[in-house]
């Protein structure tokens, strides 16, 4: 499923000295350094952090997680929802979320 793809990058990317670094990992695509990420700061974490490319997830489904995972409604995720969605197990977001594939 491309959630559970885009969660095995991230974590991927996040790991350091054997546990996970979700802050440092937050931080390096904070490039605002505002303490979210706003839609293009995901839009590159997604694509050039972690390397998804727009065959693997279209961008319309990368507007349509970053909807469901801003718990808040800002329209930007907090380290505390980037965090959750990276710490939820598969197919905990998969149910609530139509992406097309």
């Given at each position: ?11 991927a990317a996040s790991k350091a000295k ?34 998804i490319r727009p065959r693997d997830i ?44």
């Open positions: 499923m491309l959630l559970s793809k885009i969660r095995k990058r991230f974590r054997r546990r996970q670094n979700w802050d440092a990992i937050f931080a390096k695509y904070d490039t605002s350094a505002d303490g979210t990420l706003d839609p293009n700061e995901f839009f590159l974490a997604v694509r050039n952090g972690v390397n279209s961008d319309r489904d990368i507007e349509v997680l970053i909807k469901a995972l801003d718990l808040d409604g800002d329209r930007r995720l907090s380290l505390i929802e980037f965090a959750a969605f990276l710490a939820e197990e598969d197919g905990d977001y998969e149910h609530d979320i139509d992406l097309k594939r």
